[in-house]
């Protein structure tokens, strides 16, 4: 109610800011449909074409997330309604993952383009701080949303209490969930799981080069096998393991493009202590997927596409 509450406000600011405005194109970058939808009114209005970016497919979460079946019969058919005419007027849509494209077939008046998310700088490093990392305990950092979405609470106090004292995970973040998994962590009386409050970025470069695995998790949910976490870009780029609890494109993608990692399928902890107690520990240096996936190089490729339609 909270987001509702935000983005009604924003909503209409941007609307009456934009009200003496022309312009000859609008861009949206939409990982919930209504900042799209902001954009299809905008340009509609204007009779402007709309440029869409989109970051995640919002009904089809939704409809995963949402428990309650008398909430779901009122909100999704307005909701893909709705998604029906921003998707229809667009005149191109960017997918920042190729596991969207089945989804977005229905809607073929569009362009198409696939620029995803990139690698910034401050995560390329040619040292890989090996002399920082002490024997014990094992560190695993997670640095990120708390939230249902990534579903930490069902595995890691599971994972911290089968691994033992010989491991540490260190969670960096704050969101929705977190309140589950301080319980869990309490309940199971855990003192290798610590929760600290989000930090700069300098100072989480800091703590993953004293990290021995860097983590990421998506919840058990069918709509996020179709996602591609920003998160793990930031990760790939970093001379640490990863470890990603994640199924569908996110993990092909991974399997493809970022080696030295350990992928395991969401909340299943018994796989995971599997694969940590059997893998043999060694620092990446993956210069291909750094190369590939460059921030700046990326985000001038899609600038041009952008300038295409002036």
Do not use: C, W
């Amino acid at each position: 109610m909270d987001q509702v509450s935000a983005f009604t406000h924003y909503f209409f600011t941007v609307k009456k800011l934009v009200a003496t405005k022309r312009y000859d194109l609008v861009f949206a970058s939409s990982s919930r449909l209504f900042t799209a939808y902001l954009g299809y009114r905008i340009a509609k209005n204007m009779r402007a074409p709309l440029y869409l970016d989109i970051r995640d497919i919002f009904t089809d979460t939704l409809n995963d997330v949402i428990s309650n079946k008398g909430v779901k019969a009122l909100l999704l058919p307005i909701l893909r309604m709705i998604e029906r005419k921003v998707f229809r007027y667009a005149t191109h849509i960017n997918l920042i993952s190729g596991g969207f494209e089945p989804y977005f077939k229905k809607y073929e008046t569009a362009v198409y383009s696939h620029y995803t998310n990139g690698i910034d700088e401050e995560f390329v490093h040619d040292e890989d701080y090996s002399t920082l990392l002490s024997p014990d305990p094992i560190t695993i950092t997670y640095a990120g949303n708390i939230g249902e979405g990534q579903g930490l609470h069902k595995i890691i106090p599971e994972v911290a209490k089968q691994l033992g004292k010989g491991y540490l995970f260190r969670i960096i973040g704050d969101g929705g969930a977190k309140v589950l998994l301080e319980t869990a962590i309490h309940e199971q009386q855990l003192s290798n799981v610590v929760l600290e409050k989000p930090v700069k970025r300098d100072a989480l470069i800091e703590i993953y080069k004293r990290s021995h695995f860097l983590f990421m998790h998506l919840n058990d949910y069918a709509a996020f096998e179709k996602v591609l976490p920003s998160k793990l870009f930031e990760l790939g780029a970093f001379p640490r393991p990863v470890i990603a609890g994640v199924n569908g494109y996110a993990r092909s993608f991974i399997k493809q493009h970022v080696p030295n990692s350990i992928v395991f399928n969401p909340t299943d902890a018994k796989e995971l202590v599997k694969k940590l107690e059997s893998y043999s520990y060694e620092l990446p240096h993956r210069n291909e997927f750094i190369n590939q996936f460059n921030r700046k190089q990326i985000n001038k490729e899609m600038a041009q596409s952008i300038a295409s339609y002036l």
